[in-house]
């Protein structure tokens, strides 16, 4: 596949591939590879590393077909299970052959329990793939979520599938201020329906976030390709918060601990940002200005607010004027920096790869 565009400025004004915060204290260290920290009100961006490094999402890729489904599909619409949505890889929700299922069901299905079965069963009313995938790049593109590919409807690993820290941030934003989809991410538990001669049962939330004080909503993921994400949203004094972390390992702090780390940083952080959540339609920096969608060039552009990075390793700013510090300074070929935390985080990421190997994991979500 050939990769995606490069848009030009980047979108939201966020360049580069180093750790960018606002303030002059910055986050708790992370082991992932890519994070973001953003208000989703205001849209500042406070935080971030590599926030439009393109990686594989597994199932956050849901977020997007939940939107989809949403605008095209009547939650009342009764759907009929098959062998295929029953036989999918990775998690289900427990759908079977013969089985009948609201819409509105299977977005919870989707939402709660992360089911590859229930995403299978909501692609094919949406006209299968690629109709679905294809559907899908097209809300992404009016996102403004430019690094995202879809290239399977649930996540599950394909050809040229992506995304970036960035853009789920975007994608839980889109999903919260749809009722519905909100809705859902913060529900403990539904009926859901059996099959055949199989009984209904309690079809529960496995967000591990869910029950803490302003939690709004959230989303993991997991493949052997992807490694574990996660996105997440919490409210805590009228201010509400998002956090996506991308490509890490589950210890030593599992990667909602790690999201919950850099939201709890982010209510204490200045509201001035180092860039912007784009808004629908627009691809701006963050100075303000608009690009089309998919516009690409091979430049790069600095950080939002005036900001540059400072000449010494432990450069840093004042954070009583909004700027922005970043950690560590390029080489002298220009290549960007590796800050201390990636390193840790990618040694621990290679640890935590073995590991699983040697288990066998092959769990999907």
């Not at 809300?139 to 979520?145: K, T, V």
């Not at 601990?257 to 860039?275: E, H, K, M, V, Y």
């Not at 998919?294 to 450069?315: F, H, K, L, R």
């Amino acid at each position: 596949m050939a990769p995606l565009p490069v848009p030009s400025p980047p979108v939201g004004g966020l360049a580069g591939c180093g750790d960018a915060h606002a303030g002059a204290v910055p986050p708790p260290p992370v082991g992932v590879a890519s994070y973001v920290v953003a208000d989703l009100d205001s849209g500042a961006v406070l935080a971030a590393r590599a926030p439009h490094a393109r990686q594989r999402p597994a199932s956050t890729i849901k977020l997007l077909l939940a939107l989809v489904v949403d605008e095209r599909l009547p939650m009342d619409r009764v759907v009929v299970g098959t062998a295929e949505d029953a036989n999918v890889d990775g998690s289900r929700a427990g759908l079977g052959p013969g089985g009948r299922y609201t819409v509105d069901q299977l977005l919870h299905g989707l939402l709660l329990s992360s089911g590859n079965d229930a995403a299978n069963a909501l692609a094919r009313e949406l006209g299968g793939v690629p109709a679905t995938p294809a559907a899908m790049r097209d809300e992404a593109r009016r996102l403004g979520a430019l690094d995202t590919r879809p290239a399977t409807p649930a996540g599950l690993d394909g050809p040229g599938m992506s995304a970036s820290a960035y853009d789920l941030g975007l994608l839980l934003r889109a999903a919260l201020e749809r009722p519905r989809i909100a809705a859902t991410l913060t529900t403990r538990n539904i009926a859901f329906p059996g099959f055949a001669d199989k009984p209904g049962f309690l079809l529960g939330n496995d967000d591990r976030l869910l029950g803490t004080p302003g939690f709004l909503g959230g989303k993991n993921g997991f493949t052997d390709a992807a490694r574990h994400t996660f996105v997440g949203a919490m409210e805590r004094d009228g201010r509400r918060l998002v956090a996506a972390v991308v490509r890490g390992e589950q210890r030593p702090v599992r990667m909602v601990g790690q999201a919950r780390a850099l939201l709890d940083w982010g209510f204490g952080a200045p509201a001035t940002g180092i860039g912007t959540l784009v808004g629908p339609g627009t691809t701006g920096s963050g100075a303000g200005s608009d690009t089309p969608p998919g516009a690409a060039a091979p430049g790069a552009a600095a950080p939002a607010g005036g900001a540059t990075a400072p000449g010494s390793a432990d450069g840093s700013a004042d954070g009583s004027t909004g700027e922005v510090t970043t950690t560590g300074a390029p080489d002298a070929a220009g290549a960007p920096p590796v800050p201390a935390a990636v390193l840790v985080g990618g040694v621990a990421a290679l640890a935590g790869v073995g590991a699983l190997v040697a288990a066998r994991l092959r769990r999907r979500r």
